[in-house]
T-cell receptor, first 113, second 111 residues
Framework: DTAVSQTPKYLVTQMGNDKSIKCEQN?????MYWYKQDSKKFLKIMFS???????INETVPNRFSPKSPDKAHLNLHINSLELGDSAVYFC????????????FGPGTRLTVT | DAKTTQPTSMDCAEGRAANLPCNHS???????VYWYRQIHSQGPQYIIH???NNETNEMASLIITEDRKSSTLILPHATLRDTAVYYC????????????FGKGTTLSVSS
């Protein structure tokens, strides 16, 4: 069974479009995250949600909006896509108990042309 | 910014132990040392974490120096599938705290 899943795995779209990436975890975790890995392979936190509430919002353009309909889902909506948004986006989740190691999804490779 | 320093790359022969060092001289008293790895084209994978004591699990061992300013991740019998980028991260053990990734160490295991 997949613990953290993301859809789609690949997303190719044109500049100016609006797109969404979905993330679901079946681990019963309380906290979910979005990370971005750019072309230089640097992984950076974008957002985190704990029990559906936003707790981390790094300096990310407001074209990016996370939505958490329930504890098991954290979707990422991106408006007016730009070339610089091309990257791999990883969703992760963790339990609130001590240790709270994060489990990552397989990633969504977004290419903006 | 990442609070850790790791070598850019390391090589290891298959079946030998891989020892990956990490410096974290500014670690705070409430920060843990976490290790993750990222195999090519996959999401990062949790390996192990510790505060003061040495830790061991089915994947690896973590040795933390007494002053906590450095640590070593040990893969006792490296296989080709252990080829990956290994990240050493310090963070407080608090719900929702983000992982701050550095550049990591690229470990290449060869036969």
């Amino acid at each position: 069974d997949t613990a953290v899943s993301q859809t789609p795995k690949y997303l190719v779209t044109q500049m100016g479009n609006d797109k969404s990436i979905k993330c679901e975890q079946n681990l019963g975790h309380d906290t979910m995250y979005w990370y971005k890995q750019d072309s230089k392979k640097f992984l950076k936190i974008m957002f985190s949600y704990n029990n559906k509430e936003l707790i981390i919002n790094e300096t990310v353009p407001n074209r990016f909006s996370p939505k958490s309909p329930d504890k098991a889902h954290l979707n990422l909506h991106i408006n007016s896509l730009e070339l610089g948004d091309s990257a791999v986006y990883f969703c992760a989740s963790s339990h609130n108990e001590n240790g709270n190691e994060q489990y990552f999804g397989p990633g969504t490779r977004l290419t903006v042309t | 910014d990442a609070k850790t320093t790791q070598p850019t790359s390391m090589d290891c022969a298959e079946g030998r132990a891989a020892n990956l060092p990490c410096n974290h001289s500014t670690i705070s008293g409430n920060e843990y040392v976490y290790w993750y790895r990222q195999i090519h084209s996959q999401g990062p994978q949790y390996i192990i974490h510790g505060l003061k004591n040495n830790e061991t699990n089915e994947m690896a061992s973590l040795i933390i120096t007494e002053d906590r300013k450095s640590s070593t991740l040990i893969l006792p019998h490296a296989t080709l599938r252990d080829t990956a980028v290994y990240y050493c991260i310090v963070r407080v053990n608090q719900a929702g705290t983000a992982l701050i990734f550095g550049k990591g160490t690229t470990l290449s295991v060869s036969s």
